[in-house]
């Protein structure tokens, strides 16, 4: 058993543009969030993951950096940075940088340097960036672009297209030019010697293009190749061994790469536990699980038996030779409330806390999205102009007018699945757009914010935020629940998810019950006498073998 800080963590997303508004102009900063320090405090969390704080014109909220060693102007300055930084390490609270190197912004100076004139062709920025001929007057190739459209985008100057995995706005670095890496282990080893303490790395899965750029497997929607046949590229793990090599290895680091298409088997690769490459991973398969047909609108629910064959198969697939991230939330994902439990008023709070049982009592490193640890639920979107999504907005004007689905049978899909969902304004309060902003939110606080909000669920010893307290104070306290080995129980059972984790003599069950039905479940004996370490329904004796819909525990083997 390797042990390492970043395995005992717990590790909370800020996406600081809905976080904590500190001067009123609705845009969240680094002035916000250090004011919310004391309250991360107490939630017990150990590191802070910060979504990109970076120079950017905000085609996609950030994820598109125009200068890497400058902060955003609505964010702040570098010295409200530095001070949130010292005022983070106070609070015994560590800071992860989001690292966005799959792509610049076309803002930046070296796309800018890139396309400026005609002679731009030769200039050595011209190769920091993937440009190809037109084929046959057309695009190189079929790829389409995660957020609608094609990869390519031509610019008209230099009769060349370039490559944008994602917005126009978005280009593609070309990682197989050294002299890019260079620059991006130059700028990350600048911020090392700050004193942060991590990377989570954007899309890091797609930094090495497949040779040769061919035709995709066209995607749903039936346009355009499918873009993640960038997945897991030739030459990525040689990149990622040399990233170590160059910057990682000189700092105390926790690393988590962002792995679009990731498999178990590539998993094992990037999270190796010899520590060549990344600490571990985020892999998307659970949260495609209630995914369209070919696309990922859809409004089905997270359906119960595959997730538990799936998380479990990581749990067990990884064990001992990498190293599990455990999420269900993030700033892409609408809230899992709304799309695993159940947010009407009788169950949001029971079912909330009974999918943070389950996902908390896993092996590997639990993250909590901000809002998740009150229950915060999906945004009852009305219609498309409400977005400011990108994907959510493009995705529907190109699903209805070119590929033909019905409005009234796409929108309800968008809005159920849409990234605007996690991004709503934080709930702090009862007053005024819910304490986040004395101005104009920047995207509508969800109207649920009188009744869900931080200040009551702090003060009220029974609320979601305190369940999480409790988790989190758990794993502080277990190296069980931390390294212990995995098995689920009742794999076919379509209510209960329910596991045991043992190491050497100690053992623990997780049981949760994530259906609106009542049902017994019969706890093993040695279970029986024991200790119960968590439960979100106190008032129950959860021995007499009942489980009510979405109760969940925790019982650890007697002595
Ligand atoms: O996300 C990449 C990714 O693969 C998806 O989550 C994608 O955003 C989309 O939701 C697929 O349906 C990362 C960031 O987390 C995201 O916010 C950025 O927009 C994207 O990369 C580009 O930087
Ligand atoms: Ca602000």
């Known amino acids: 058993m390797n042990k390492a800080w970043w395995k005992e963590s717990v590790v909370y997303q800020i996406y600081p543009r809905s976080f904590a508004d500190s001067n009123g102009d609705g845009i969240g900063d680094l002035n916000g969030i250090t004011s919310k320090l004391d309250y991360l405090q107490k939630l017990g969390v150990d590191v802070i993951w910060l979504s990109p704080v970076y120079r950017s014109p905000n085609a996609d909220n950030g994820y598109d950096i125009s200068d890497y060693e400058a902060i955003m102007k609505e964010f702040g ?124 790395m954007d899309v890091i899965s797609l930094i ?155 092996q590997g490193t639990p993250y909590v999205y901000q809002g998740e640890e009150l229950g915060m639920t999906n945004y009852p979107w009305k219609s498309v102009d409400e977005f400011n999504d990108l994907e959510s907005i493009n995705g529907y004007y190109e699903l209805t007018e070119k590929a033909g689905m019905k409005p009234e049978e796409l929108f309800p899909m968008i809005a159920h699945k849409s990234r605007d969902n996690a991004r709503t304004p934080m709930q702090w309060d009862d007053s005024d757009n819910a304490g986040f902003t004395t101005g104009k939110p920047w995207l509508a606080v969800n109207p649920n914010y009188r009744k869900i909000n931080a200040k009551e669920q702090v003060a009220r010893p029974d609320s979601v935020f ?33 596991y045991r984790r043992y190491l050497d003599d100690k053992e623990l069950l997780c049981a949760a019950n994530l259906s609106e039905h009542a049902r017994t479940f019969d706890i093993p004996e040695r279970f029986r006498s024991g200790r119960v370490l968590i439960q979100n329904m106190p008032e129950h004796d959860v021995r007499d073998g009942q489980i009510a819909p979405y109760e969940a525990y925790v019982l650890l083997k007697s002595e």
């Open 208 to 362: 090495s293009k497949p040779e040769g750029l061919p035709d995709a497997a066209v995607m749903g929607g039936g346009l355009y190749g499918d873009p993640n046949i960038c997945a897991n590229g030739p030459h990525v793990h040689e990149y990622l061994q040399e990233m170590r090599k160059t910057v990682l290895s000189r700092f105390d680091l926790m690393t988590v790469g962002e792995c679009a298409g990731v498999t178990l088997e590539e998993a094992k690769k990037y999270a190796n536990a010899a520590g060549t490459e990344l600490n571990m991973v985020f892999q998307f398969e659970h949260v495609g699980l209630d995914g369209g047909d070919g696309i990922k609108w859809s409004t089905k629910k997270m359906p119960l038996v595959p997730l538990k064959e799936n998380l479990s198969k990581w749990q067990n697939g990884l064990d001992g030779v990498a190293w599990n991230s455990l999420y269900f939330c993030n700033h892409d994902q609408p809230r899992i409330v709304s799309r695993l439990g159940n947010d009407s008023d009788q169950y949001r709070e029971r079912s909330a806390k009974a999918i943070a049982t389950v996902l908390h009592m896993m």
């Open 466 to 498: 305190n369940y999480y307290r409790q988790l989190i104070s758990l794993r502080h306290s277990s190296e069980l629940i931390v390294y212990g080995h995995y098995e689920l129980l009742l794999p076919d059972d379509p209510d209960l998810f329910v």
């Open 77 to 200: 300055t570098m010295e409200d940075y530095d001070r949130m930084l010292k005022a983070a390490h106070e609070h015994g609270i560590r800071v992860v940088m989001d690292l966005v190197v799959n792509h610049t912004s076309d803002e930046h100076k070296w796309f800018i340097e890139s396309i400026e004139s005609r002679s731009s062709r030769t200039n050595p920025k011209r190769d920091y960036y993937i440009w190809r001929d037109p084929v046959d007057g057309h695009e190189p190739n079929n790829w389409g672009s995660n957020f609608s459209g094609s990869a390519w985008k031509l610019d008209e100057k230099t009769g060349q297209y370039y490559l944008h995995l994602f917005a126009e706005k978005q280009p593609d670095l070309n990682w197989s030019n050294p002299a890019v890496r260079r620059e991006v282990f130059d700028m990350m080893t600048r911020w090392c010697e700050k004193g942060i303490d991590g990377f989570r």
